[in-house]
């Protein structure tokens, strides 16, 4: 299994990203998908998920401003990040699977890329 994710960057509060997550290795249409972020000094936080039905799921410090999707014909993940905040800022990652429990340990179980960096700043 290899994740890589893309599309981090420098953004302003308010604005926008767009991140993807490459899946190889493993057959991506048959597993639900997680995106988690981990901000300097803390641990891994759930952010969103989608399932293979397409079914999504957000954290509340995200709903409403963030967007998950799959494109199962590419093997990709994405997170659409709109108004975003300082504390937006951290490292994402994807990860192959929904955790058991939505808690760092639990994220931590799963199969994740190297992470992307967003900052949010002005």
């Known amino acids: 299994v290899q994740l890589v994710e893309s599309g981090g960057g420098l953004a302003q509060p308010g604005g926008s990203l767009r991140l993807s997550c490459r899946g190889f290795?493993?057959?991506?249409?048959?597993?639900?998908m997680t995106w988690a972020r981990q901000a300097p000094g803390k641990g891994l936080e759930w952010v969103s998920g989608?399932?293979?039905?397409?079914?999504?799921y957000y954290s509340r410090s995200v709903k409403d401003r963030f967007t998950i999707s799959r494109d199962n014909s590419k093997s990709t993940l994405y997170l659409q990040m709109d108004n975003l905040k300082p504390e937006d800022t951290a490292v994402y990652y994807c990860?192959?699977?929904?955790?058991?429990?939505?808690?760092?340990?639990?994220?931590?179980?799963?199969?994740r890329g190297q992470g992307t960096q967003v900052t949010v700043s002005s």
């Open positions: 989608i399932t293979t039905n397409e079914e999504t």
């Open positions: 290795g493993f057959a991506f249409l048959n597993y639900d």
């Open positions: 990860a192959q699977g929904f955790p058991p429990v939505a808690t760092q340990q639990g994220l931590q179980a799963l199969p």
